[in-house]
């Protein structure tokens, strides 16, 4: 079974610039979710959908980042216009609603580095 | 809200020596999911341990956890640390059938030494 697919791997940035993660869910998993990943610390989460439906992002700077999921199953987190304090690895991560098979499963994630 | 404590944030072990890396939760939610996961550097967050049944062991790879919600405690061990088991740990909360966020602890980093 493949898992959580994410590209790019890199990205390097000058402040301003925008960028976008794609991401492809564990085939039949339900849910996506988000996180960030600053150097040294834990995952923080972003947004998570399930199928199409934003279930919560709350955490999410609405006014530099956007997620998609359009059709419920590939993902696009994109960040409009770059700081350095983005700069961080950007985790996604899928799971499936069956009552055994919750455990959230992660992608390689993209390290995001802002000049 | 919900929330997840780890104690230590590192703990360095000699080789061969039980690992126990501690995790306590809160939540109001009666019937959880707890889980660990390891990060090796510049690898992501990779699944370890799941349980959310009480009073039940759960084991792989040589580690094992029990899922105590009298005490609200979901600590890992092993009985023989490895050098490859050197990583960063963390134990991880979810509310079960609403299919809530996952909230992590604050980790804890493992360095086994020879």
């Known amino acids: 079974e493949a898992g959580v697919t994410q590209s790019p791997r890199y990205a390097v940035l000058q402040e301003g610039q925008a960028v976008s993660f794609w991401c492809d869910p564990i085939?039949?998993?339900?849910?996506l979710y988000w996180y960030q990943q600053p150097r040294d610390q834990g995952p923080q989460l972003l947004v998570y959908f399930r199928d199409e439906a934003v279930i919560d992002n709350s955490q999410l700077p609405s006014d530099r980042f956007s997620a998609v999921r359009p059709k419920g199953t590939n993902s696009t987190l994109k960040i409009q216009s770059a700081k350095q304090g983005d700069t961080a690895t950007y985790l996604c991560?899928?799971?499936?609603?069956?009552?055994?098979?919750?455990?959230?499963?992660f992608g390689e994630g993209t390290r995001l580095s802002v000049l | 809200g919900d929330s997840v404590t780890q104690t230590e944030g590192l703990v360095t072990l000699t080789e061969g020596l039980p690992v126990m890396l501690n995790c306590t939760y809160q939540?109001?939610?009666?019937?959880?999911?707890l889980f660990w996961y390891v990060q090796h550097l510049n690898e992501s967050p990779r699944l370890l341990l799941k349980s959310f049944t009480d009073n039940k062991r759960t084991e792989h790879q040589g580690f094992h956890a029990t899922l105590h919600k009298s005490s609200s405690s979901f600590h890992l061990q092993k009985s023989s640390a490895q050098l490859s088991d050197s990583a960063l740990y963390y134990c991880a909360l979810m509310r079960g059938s609403a299919l809530g966020r996952l909230h992590f602890g604050a980790g804890t980093q493992l360095i086994v030494i020879p």
């Open positions: 991560a899928s799971s499936s609603d069956s009552y055994n098979n919750q455990a959230p499963l």
């Open positions: 939540t109001i939610y009666s019937n959880p999911f």
């Open positions: 085939s039949g998993h339900d849910t």
